[in-house]
């Protein structure tokens, strides 16, 4: 038998006969590793640990360690999922069935919808054929025999989806006698190997995304390598749901979109409006500190300004339909950095008049689709925390520096610990698509690169993934619950300025083109305050509390002192409430405790006497009478501090 060379990783080479597979040089290699086995790449692609090995190749056995054999796990996870499917449910069509950030889904075509307790048939069929340990089994089609065995089996879809993308000869897996399905794969070698997974629910989804063609019912699941990790993603699934903020607003009575206003348009009520207020005061008020100037800009100019930023062609599809006004056409604003550079440009500048730094708490419209809004986090009209820096390239490195720890201070001021950093770079300019010279973009490579060092901020680069108008600086933060969410970005831009010709003068008496940046730190107020409330789950620290303190007479006795209290509380620029219905205590307790105001007030006939009240705190419960002077300046001590201790 012939013999061919495999190089491993660590470049060791071994002689094996021909044919062999990865998983048998696994096993040769350790026991462990074919036990920790899932996929294989041969010559940089990914294949089945059973793939025989015909020609010399480079060999990387992928384990449970490997975030790219996780995805090879989910997506045999879906197939485990479509096989107990054909299996109960014989003639069913099938879709597509891809991996998922944390699990995966088929899409399904079959007339009677599956019901909520199909799931749990289906699942637990699931985990018969993962105990058959059922082989996922790798089948070559030619093209025309394979569209015709699907056609027979009137499976149009997988047909076209065959015709598209399927090469002259195909590869299909199977997995048991029920199903078979045209896939590149690969496949863990077998049922057995797929430990950790859980159905989760079902969703209508047309074919392509396409509101025109079939809707299938998706099934989704999650998977992972260990049934810990399944239980901590179940788990931070649920608490998810405690914390949706669409449900929280409401409960809290916070915000509301309203159906006659139209979808994706937010209505802040006056406790949502209150704590809105609050963001939006402490940015401007460190844009001030900060050295940055606030302006204000329309909400809506005439087309010709988006042709000269090019939005009017790239940007089309996420702005709404211009509107005709007297003789020119008018847009409503999708950006703030059109009205920002004119601001700049309205003037000649001089190299001391750099850097500019221009801000605004800027409503913006875009389009979106309505199928993809979701609460405040996906909406049509949001209000940015837009800033755009103009300066030499001798200030970059210090701009970008305070951008940094502007970011940093904001996710530390709000009560997020953890956080990680992106950082998107071009592809050294192979592919053309960016905009730009070489020269402007190691310039602010460097500077990005540098600025993160001096700020200590330990930031991941990303190559190719870079802004086509210039690289950028993205700020992600870990909630309570450790879900990653997308917040500040600090983007350079050497296009806008060139479209717009902007200049200073520079020392040498010639003008120049001042470098750019755009820096959002909220990203959307709308959506910061979303977060905020998923991250407290509606329990906001004191300093964000919409009601400070819930003062709570105990009979109708006590409402005028109530009343003298709740005077002196808002004297002292302290949010408070009376509850002075003519309910028992404890029931205004439970609800003040429900509406999360982080301290209850009772008021009875001993405290009226002494000029005290009872403080009872929303999280550790009775702490006794004090005296309201005492009480206030504690209050004052914590929202000093912004802390989120109370
Ligand atoms: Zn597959
Ligand atoms: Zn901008």
Do not use: F, H, I, Y
């Given at each position: 038998m012939s013999e061919i060379t495999v190089t491993l990783p660590d470049g060791s080479r071994q002689k094996v006969?021909?044919?062999?597979?990865p998983l048998d040089i696994a096993r040769s290699i350790s026991r462990r590793l074919a036990d920790d086995a899932i996929a294989a790449r041969t010559n940089g692609e990914l294949v089945d640990l059973t793939r025989p090995l015909t020609s010399d190749t480079t060999l990387q056995i992928l384990t449970t360690r490997d975030p790219e054999a996780l995805e090879v796990y989910r997506h045999s996870a879906a197939h485990l999922l479509a096989a107990a499917v054909l299996e109960l449910y014989p003639g069913t069509k099938l879709g597509v069935g891809p991996a998922t950030e944390n699990g995966f889904f088929y899409d399904f075509y079959r007339d009677e919808p599956f019901k909520p307790e199909d799931l749990e048939k289906i699942e637990a069929r699931m985990w018969e054929i993962q105990k058959r340990d059922t082989p996922y089994v790798r089948l070559m089609t030619p093209k025309e025999e394979g569209l015709k065995k699907y056609a027979a089996r009137g499976e149009d879809l997988k047909c076209e989806l065959i015709r598209e993308k399927a090469d002259e000869i195909f590869s299909e897996y199977t997995l048991g006698e029920a199903f078979t399905d045209f896939c590149r794969g690969p496949h863990v070698p077998s049922t057995g190997k797929i430990k950790a997974f859980k159905l989760l629910s079902i969703a209508g989804a047309y074919w392509k995304g396409d509101e025109t063609r079939p809707q299938a019912q998706r099934i989704y699941g999650a998977a992972f390598f260990t049934k810990k990790e399944l239980d901590d993603y179940l788990h931070q699934v649920e608490e998810a749901k405690k914390r949706d903020h669409r449900k929280l607003g409401q409960e809290l009575d916070l915000f509301s979109i309203q159906e006659l206003a139209g979808p994706g348009l937010i209505f802040f009520h006056p406790r949502g409006g209150t704590v809105r207020r609050i963001i939006e005061d402490w940015m401007r008020d460190e844009y001030v500190r900060r050295g940055y100037s606030l302006v204000y800009t329309p909400h809506i100019a005439r087309a010709e300004l988006w042709k000269t930023s090019g939005h009017y062609g790239f940007y089309a599809e996420n702005m709404f339909k211009r509107m005709e006004v007297d003789d020119a056409e008018y847009q409503l604003k999708p950006m703030n950095c059109p009205f920002h550079i004119l601001i700049y440009k309205d003037r000649l500048r001089s190299y001391r008049d750099l850097p500019v730094r221009l801000g605004e708490l800027g409503t913006v419209y875009r389009y979106e689709r309505s199928g993809v809004m979701h609460g405040l986090?996906?909406?049509?009209g949001f209000t940015q925390d837009d800033a755009h820096i103009f300066c030499t390239p001798e200030q970059i490195e210090d701009e970008v520096v305070g951008c940094l720890e502007f970011a940093r201070d904001v996710l530390h001021s709000f009560g997020f610990t953890e956080y990680k950093a992106e950082l998107s770079t071009w592809?050294?300019?192979?592919?053309?698509k960016y905009d730009g010279t070489p020269e402007q973009w190691s310039l602010a490579e460097n500077a990005l690169r540098k600025a993160v060092d001096r700020v200590g901020l330990s930031a991941k680069v990303v190559p190719d993934e870079a802004a086509f108008y210039g690289p950028k600086i993205d700020v992600k933060l870990v909630d309570a619950i450790g879900r990653l969410w997308q917040l500040s970005t600090v983007q350079f831009d050497f296009t806008l300025p060139r479209r717009f010709g902007l200049e200073y003068i520079a020392e040498d008496g010639k003008a120049h083109q001042p470098l750019m940046v755009h820096r959002a730190l909220y990203g959307s107020v709308e959506r910061f305050f979303g977060i905020l409330l998923e991250h407290y789950a509606g329990a906001f620290p004191v300093w964000l509390a919409p009601v400070q303190a819930a003062v709570l007479p105990i009979?109708?006795?006590?409402v005028e002192y109530g009343r003298q209290v709740v005077a002196k509380l808002k004297e002292a620029g302290i949010r408070a409430e009376i509850?002075?219905?003519?309910?028992k205590v404890n029931l205004k307790i439970r609800e003040a405790q429900l509406q999360k105001v982080p301290y209850m007030l009772v008021v009875g006939d001993r405290e009226q006497q002494s000029g005290t009240v009872a403080v009872r705190n929303r999280r550790h419960g009775d702490q006794g009478a004090k005296p309201l002077d005492e009480f206030i300046a504690g209050v004052h001590r914590l929202v000093e501090a912004k802390t989120p201790e109370e």
């Open positions: 006969p021909a044919g062999a597979t986090m996906r909406v049509r592809d050294g300019g192979a592919s053309g009979t109708d006795r006590q509850d002075d219905r003519k309910e």
